[in-house]
């Protein structure tokens, strides 16, 4: 277990009842860290199913039920995601967290605002039929996937780069925590961990826990850090990742993909 206490830890794109997904690895992550907040960042579901949920995406739920204890001191929310619509009632009453379509706090002196990042996804929200079967055809294909779901996971990476979600979303996010005055802004949806700062607004994205390396964020003193969580049979660690501005650009001001580097 990590020794240093976070302000804030920050996970998201989950995706419980999908095959991809890394709830035992993501459980593993959250025992071995200390935090006072833990923010869940949407997507923590991958539909409305409840009868694709495992027994380790249950073990998830009920352990974030026991972080939520008054008792323990931490702070959980869950912020909605494009695929938790639908959910708030449910979950506040399940896990017993409650739920926010975006979140602001404090820290530091810097205000801080997470929000999920669907809302700067124009073709998810003008197409909202089409992303939901898109969501059904990939969730059935992860049935007849191999083993590792090396293909899944393709697919995944390929569907975020051909709509360019990175960039879209950061330059979304930026405007609204402009419009919000906010310092930094968190986001997921994008499935691709991600730095950049644009007019003062440093923007932050936490990935995802479907693809390999999963990735989550952590906010103290020190600022604000990506890291990779690795599991022992590759040396397991969380690396820790110093997110760096790319040299190039496209139109928007933003990279397509943010390069990252390990220092751990």
């Known amino acids: 277990m990590s020794s240093a206490v976070h302000d804030t830890l920050i996970l998201s794109d989950l995706h419980l009842g999908s095959e991809i997904s890394r709830a035992e690895q993501a459980m593993r992550m959250l025992r071995e860290n200390r935090f006072r907040r833990l923010i869940l960042l949407g997507d923590i579901f991958s539909d409305l199913n409840f009868g694709r949920l495992t027994k380790p995406h249950w073990k998830f739920l009920g ?6 204890n008054p008792r323990r001191g931490i702070e959980v929310v869950w912020v909605e995601g494009n695929h938790d619509r639908g959910l708030s009632n449910v979950m506040s009453h399940l896990v017993g967290v409650k739920v926010y379509e975006e979140y602001e706090w404090q820290f530091e002196g810097r205000r801080h605002l997470a929000i999920h990042g669907h809302q700067f996804d124009r073709f998810a929200i003008n197409n909202l039929l089409l992303s939901n079967l898109g969501t059904l055809v990939h969730l059935q ?17 390929l569907n975020a780069r051909w709509l360019r979600l990175s960039a879209k979303v950061a330059s979304g996010a930026i405007l609204h925590a402009r419009m919000r005055q906010a310092d930094r802004v968190f986001c997921g949806h994008t499935h691709q961990a991600q730095f950049c700062e644009r007019d ?5 994205n936490s990935g ?10 952590t906010i103290d003193s020190e600022g604000v850090r990506i890291h990779e969580y690795r599991e022992q049979t590759e040396v397991r660690e969380s690396a820790e990742i110093v997110s760096k501005p790319a040299e190039l650009a496209d139109e928007s001001g933003f990279l397509e993909e943010t390069e990252y580097e390990n220092v751990g």
């Open 63 to 68: 352990y974030i039920r026991k972080l939520s």
């Open 208 to 217: 995802s826990w479907t693809d390999f390396p999963p990735t989550y964020l």
């Open 141 to 157: 294909l992860q049935k007849l996937d191999f083993k590792g779901k090396t293909f899944s996971r393709f697919l995944d990476r």
């Open 200 to 204: 003062g607004i440093a923007y932050y």
